[in-house]
């Protein structure tokens, strides 16, 4: 799939803007962005006066944006929205319009909560959280059926809903650099997934439901409080790779793991 990019800024006398591979048509006029409660901005030069329906790809990263141009819900090939560092961004109820979209950024955006309708959009597959202010997610998350990668780093989580085990596609999970104490024992449900990070939480124990992650590659849990890893640890037969540096294991606890995950890289 070709990938069309463009990049909508809004200055405080007219719209400038980035057109890359013929994504939209130019011409002269009245600017389709005006700066919040002002009067209306001098006419660009050059402005947007139509957006191609074959747009796949719109990067409106640091653009100061409340709301989504007019006419992008309705681009029917959308698949990648990268919104990150617009902290007044709100999506309205036609956003669940994009029936095509599979990425959605939203970093660094200043978000307490995870905006509802984001659970409604059936498509996604990789939504990128990270760098805001969130404290907990939504329990419809877990009706995003085709999510394959989550990312909430450094955030202020403490608690994970029951239903974040109810995402069979989930591959990769990012939870690192939050305030969360313990996992729900939920979390076993996610039978795809790969790599769960966890790093920099305040982590005390594991539930034995991580034990049952059959596919599991890469779990990282440095710097957090665990004393002890679950008694069936072992049976994570596909991890590659375990990371407990920073945490209070003693020696004969890691010597223990290491004999119960003999295929396992186990990082102290």
């Known amino acids: 799939m070709t990938t069309i990019q463009t990049t909508f800024r809004v200055g405080m006398s007219a719209l400038a803007l980035a057109c890359l591979a013929?994504?939209?048509?130019?011409?002269?006029?009245?600017?389709?962005?005006m700066p919040p409660g002002g009067a209306p901005a001098q006419p660009a030069k050059r402005v947007v006066t139509l957006i191609s329906p074959d747009l796949t790809l719109l990067n409106l990263r640091n653009q100061d944006l409340t709301a989504l141009p007019?006419?992008?819900?309705?681009?029917?090939?959308l698949s990648?929205?990268?919104?990150d560092g617009n902290p007044r961004i709100v999506l309205g109820e036609d956003f669940a319009r994009l029936r095509s979209l599979k990425r959605l950024s939203l970093q660094g955006c200043g978000l307490e909560r995870v905006p509802d309708i984001v659970?409604?959009?059936?498509?996604l597959e990789v939504l990128s959280l990270d760098d805001n202010l969130l404290t907990g997610l939504p329990t419809d998350l877990g009706k995003l059926g085709a999510l394959r990668v989550l990312t909430l780093d450094?955030?202020?989580?403490?608690?994970?809903?029951?239903?974040?085990g109810s995402l069979p596609a989930l591959q990769i999970f990012n939870l690192d650099n939050n305030l969360i104490e313990e996992l729900p024992v939920t979390i076993?449900?996610?039978?795809?997934?790969?790599?769960?990070?966890?790093?920099?939480?305040?982590?005390?124990?594991?539930?034995?439901s991580?034990?049952?992650?059959?596919?599991?590659?890469?779990?990282?849990?440095?710097?957090?409080?665990?004393?002890?890893?679950?008694?069936?640890?072992?049976?994570?037969?596909?991890?590659?790779?375990?990371?407990?540096?920073?945490?209070?294991?003693?020696?004969?606890?890691?010597?223990?793991?290491?004999?119960?995950?003999?295929?396992?890289?186990?990082?102290?």
């Open 22 to 33: 013929g994504c939209v048509s130019m011409d002269e006029g009245v600017p389709v962005v």
């Open 119 to 123: 659970c409604r959009v059936g498509s």
């Open 210 to 268: 991580v034990c049952g992650l059959a596919a599991l590659e890469s779990l990282d849990l440095r710097n957090n409080r665990l004393t002890r890893m679950p008694e069936e640890v072992g049976r994570l037969a596909a991890l590659k790779v375990l990371t407990v540096t920073g945490n209070l294991l003693t020696r004969t606890e890691i010597q223990r793991i290491r004999r119960l995950l003999p295929h396992t890289m186990v990082v102290e």
């Open 154 to 164: 450094r955030n202020q989580v403490r608690v994970l809903p029951e239903t974040i």
């Open 70 to 77: 007019a006419g992008v819900t309705g681009l029917p090939r």
């Open 188 to 208: 076993g449900g996610l039978t795809a997934l790969k790599t769960l990070s966890l790093a920099g939480n305040r982590i005390t124990r594991l539930p034995d």
């Open 80 to 83: 990648e929205i990268y919104l």
